[in-house]
């Protein structure tokens, strides 16, 4: 089967669109990668070409030994995924050791896999380890989360608490919180190994100052939880905008929403203000 007609492809191409028309991609802002099924690369095994030389991935991630990534380009736009997916993105193998990686399908017009392939391997290794259905890692640069970071103090704690008070469906949907990461620079490997330190706890990391990187099973969980914390984000710009607070959800009220709807919150993130 031809990549392009492979259901993973569509989910691909679907959510680099969705995320265009979000605004969360301004030029070639953000990145995405999906870890693909064994059954998936044997579906589009005919359609790959494994003749490209070897690169360094700048990182180790040996539990993705041997696996198959589709990721977008480093350069290219998200809003261009739709309409030329075979130069926009790719398909990349890792080898034997998890260290190097080459390009087995698209970028035909050239260029390489995003700058931020530490940061995608390393958080869906980490990710693997902990629940192998974990398959997407979705970067984008989400308007309001950004502008929170110049505001909030740059704590877990905090961004987590704040954000599930603006929308009661928030708990529900990422339980086990948010971790940020202080200003670093992007796409090397320091900031790899301090976000998928975070995603040892967290399905979401937000990078001050830069963006967000969220982690899920499927394309729909990882663009939902990406919205759910962006939607919030935006609430708390506004309420904050329109002078803060005058009433909120309060700590045993979220202990109410945890018993009810089956999550565990941590404690941590339930302190007395
Ligand atoms: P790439 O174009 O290399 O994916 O970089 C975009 C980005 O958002 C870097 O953080
Ligand atoms: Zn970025």
Redesign the pocket.
């Known amino acids: 089967m031809a990549v392009l007609d492979a259901e993973f492809a569509q989910g691909f191409i679907r959510l680099c669109n969705d995320g265009w028309e979000q605004g969360w991609h301004e030029r070639n ?3 995405l990668s999906y870890r693909m099924k064994a059954e998936e690369v044997e579906e589009v095994r005919s359609d790959l070409k494994f003749d490209a030389a070897w690169q360094p991935i700048g990182t180790s991630v040996p539990a993705l030994a041997g696996e198959f990534f589709m990721v977008t380009g480093s350069g290219k736009y998200f809003r261009n995924v739709i309409l030329d997916p075979e130069a926009n993105t790719c398909i990349i193998e890792l080898d034997d050791k998890g260290e190097n990686f080459r390009i087995v399908w698209g970028l035909v017009k050239g260029g390489r896999p995003t700058s ?1 392939l530490p940061s995608h391997l390393m958080n869906l290794e980490v990710k693997k380890k902990i629940n192998p259905d974990y398959r997407v890692v979705y ?1 984008a ?1 989400t308007t309001n989360t950004i502008a929170l970071t110049f505001v909030l103090p740059l704590k877990d704690e905090i961004f987590t608490r704040e954000l599930w008070e603006m929308a009661t469906e928030c708990p529900v949907v990422f339980p086990d919180g948010i971790g940020v990461v202080h200003w670093m620079v ?1 796409g090397g490997r320091d900031i790899a190994v301090a976000t998928s330190d975070l995603m040892k706890k967290y399905d979401v990391a937000i990078w001050a100052h ?2 967000m990187f969220c982690a899920g099973t499927d394309f729909d969980m990882t663009f939902g939880l990406m919205h759910t914390v962006e939607k919030s984000a935006e609430i708390l710009v506004k309420v904050l905008s329109m002078g803060g607070k005058k009433q909120t959800i309060q700590p045993d009220e979220f202990r109410h929403l945890a018993k009810d709807f089956g999550v565990t919150l941590p404690e941590k993130f339930l302190y007395e203000k």
């Open positions: 802002g953000g990145n931020e970067h640069h992007p830069h963006g």
